[in-house]
């Protein structure tokens, strides 16, 4: 008889390790909490993926297209898991969906359920949600996906805009200090996508540090040296309105010491990753644990890091920390492995 | 006591009172030494005003100039690493001169700072040390020359006023340029230490004891060899021309 295997979350993540796992024939069954497929990336529209601006459909439609196509996936739309116990080694785990509730037995489970992006506007100094013209990096990706890049306030092409780096990542004030890894990328992608549309449109990035690691760092040299992107050192403490429909950035210039008040046309935040509730969610009905920053804790973080501290459950994708897509879905095939060893191995 | 030091004390210095004084430049402070208004004296302390030191814009049509000069163009590399100031030859001398933070005005199009360094922006000695340090190609030392472009062009009076040429060393410059079409260094060398009056270093143990090491291995005399560049006649002409010229525009 098939390995019975329950994934929980429909990202790239779980999609990965869903796919992989019929493939080497378990029977898999797939929770996903909204009714669609693909996780983050497909709520919030993204366009093109760094590092080579691959289009999003590309890689999430085609993963959520190998779920879909696969007869070893079970799919529940809109389902979340009701009720967890643990028996003999296995799970005894009830799906509820909208129409009906399914207890199942499972040999071994992954949990894939992702980020949720920070909400800017629980930080109230970058006065999101109060000035149309300040958006956060999801806005804009949406904005560019759906063709749709204006100023919101008056539809207008802008002018000049200032994306801020580390919004909701580094930042004991709003209780996250970890970095969130990709805003860095994802916004000198932004960047770059922005000049190639509107050529007259000045691009500023204000920063602490730029974290493209590896081999995004590629495209943080082609914003500057092909699409003249400026770089400005320091943070923004202060975002208010200015005269003709502005919005002005407060900020010092720690280069060459100085305050500055720049008034801009729009302003993008690089919002972070959070935990989210998802993540409490799974340790009250999974019995899992959190680590001090809200994501989910694997049992070693080098030698395990995908076990959980609970034995038969694996931990896959941005469930564990800030990460990109790609080491999102490295991570759904590498918790796959395990979680079917262990399957294979408690029958 | 404690009244007749106060007595004793000079004439307040301009924003003597200001604490932390040394973080305001004199520029951003106004004081009257002298001031009655409407017949009240408020000299001095009373009347100190603070002007405000916040940027207001950043001016990017400045950067774009700059980029589109020959020596500019890489401008928009610059990620302000310092590894140019780090390797500078001039900062030690002359702390003010920082190609950094020149760069980074000059792409920021932050003129007022700019105009601050007007008396160093021309010490670069062009030994491209930062160029051949620098990790993304900006060629800091070009940038230099785009800079002290800048300061002609924007700057005249300031440069006219702060800036002496040493017609001396003018000639010895033109005359090596004009008549080998290279810099001779070790005449240079020869000439500016006569200038300071340090010839006698000349013939002391390093300099002397380098000089006939020189000898000694040849390469004294493959420079007194140097031929002209290729071609030189021609650039010559070019050189001289423009010269003429910009002589002819100076004087008008």
Known sequence: MAENILVVGGGPAGLHSAVTLADIGANVSLVERDSFLGGNPKKFKYKFLFPDMQP?????????????????????????????????????????????????????????TGFEHFDPARDAKYSYQLFDDVIDIKDLERMMGENNFVRPSNGQPPKNVAFILCVGSRDRHVGNQYCSRVCCTVSVKQAIELRERFPDCDAYIFYMDIRTYGFFEDLYWKAMEEHDVQIVKGRIAEITSGPNNTVICKGEDTLLRGPFEIPFDMVVLASGMEGGPQSSEMVDKLGLELNEH?????????????????????LAGACTGPKAISDSIVEGGAAAMDAYIYAVKNK | MALKEQEKRPVAAKGEHIIARHLIEDDYIKEEKNLVIDGVDVSGRWNTFIFSRVNPKFDRSFFSEIKKTVVGSRINRCWQCGMCTASCTVTPLHRRFNPRAFIYMMQLGNMKELKKYVDVAWRCVGCYKCSQRCPKQVNPAEMMEALALVMKKYFPEEVESKLKVDEDVKKIYEDMILGNGRLDLAKLHISSMRKMGRTKELVDRIEGGAVLKMVKDGRAFSLLQLGKPHGWKKSRQAIEGYLKKVDTIEKN
Do not use: H, W
Not at chain 1, 72 to 82: E, P, R
Not at chain 1, 294 to 311: D, E
């Open chain 1, 56 to 112: 999003a459909d590309d890689v999430i439609g085609e993963l959520i297209k190998r779920a879909e196509k696969n007869d070893g996936v079970k799919i529940y739309y809109s389902s979340n898991v009701s009720n967890f116990k643990e028996n003999e080694k296995k799970f005894d785990v009830t799906i509820k969906s909208p129409d009906a509730s399914e207890t199942k037995t499972f040999d071994s489970v992954i949990v894939a």
């Open chain 1, 294 to 314: 809200g994501f989910l804790k694997p049992q070693n973080v080098t030698l395990a890091p995908f076990k959980s501290n609970r034995k038969g459950i694996f």
